[in-house]
């Protein structure tokens, strides 16, 4: 009988200390991704006049990469499917699972979140054809070079089959003007859907954050910067 309640205690001893080190994890990404999120980048000075405009909206949790439908590279655009009367184009990326299960914030579960934090699961790229400016977007002017490489890093975060076609999902999306394709990459704490616009904005050379899991260190920037 002694030996079974050194048993318990032992076991509650364990998941204690579990715990505890989950609180310190948790706590040591949180403090790292605010700290990361406020050192900007040092993008070279463009010797150009920006003559773009590219846009990032965010829903309070995630951000998205708005193109104005010209700007979007011709080999892209063919590729997808474009609503008529389409202004704007948005690109998301994130992990599949999560935007097929998630088209609510309040239809998460934690077998979902679990799996795109912890366990490693395929992405997907989400399209939205949209008719208008909206309010609340983040402007950003480019120039012609920093708008061909946007392109192609949005172009590259497609999964391709073997004649360079898009592979459309099966999933309907959240309305008729959405698409969901098959993307590249694995959603996880450190490459989250921010993380990927983040480091689309490296790539554009445009002032960002060092490294942001959360909107807010890419808003932050955007702002500042304006």
Not at 42 to 60: A, K, V, W, Y
Not at 86 to 97: A, L, P, R
Not at 168 to 192: I, V
């Amino acid at each position: 009988m002694v030996g079974q309640k050194d048993i318990i205690k032992k076991g509650f001893t364990f998941l204690k200390k579990l715990m505890l080190l989950l609180l310190a994890g948790v706590a040591f990404y949180m403090v790292c991704g605010v700290l990361f999120s406020l050192i900007p980048t040092h993008p070279p000075q463009q010797n150009c006049l920006p003559q773009n405009e590219i846009f990032i909206t965010s829903n309070g949790v995630h951000l998205d990469i708005i193109l104005p439908v010209e700007n979007v590279s011709h080999d892209l655009l063919e590729k997808l499917e474009i609503l008529p009367g389409t202004k704007y184009i948005s690109f998301g990326w994130g992990d599949k699972n999560f935007y097929i299960h998630t088209p609510e914030w309040s239809d998460l579960t934690f077998p979902v979140a679990f799996q795109a934090l912890f366990l490693k699961s395929e992405a997907a790229m989400h399209v939205t054809c949209l008719p208008d400016l909206f309010p609340g977007w983040k402007k950003i002017p480019v120039c012609n070079g920093q708008l061909s490489e946007l392109n192609l890093y949005i172009k590259n975060s497609f999964k391709t089959d073997r004649y360079k076609n898009l592979l459309k999902m099966e999933f309907e999306g959240y309305n008729r003007y959405d698409a969901f394709y098959e993307g590249k990459g694995s959603f996880s704490l450190f490459r989250t859907c921010n993380v990927w616009v983040n480091t689309a904005l490296k790539r554009t050379k445009v002032k960002t954050a060092v490294w942001s899991p959360f909107d807010f260190g890419v808003l932050y920037h955007i702002k500042s910067s304006s």
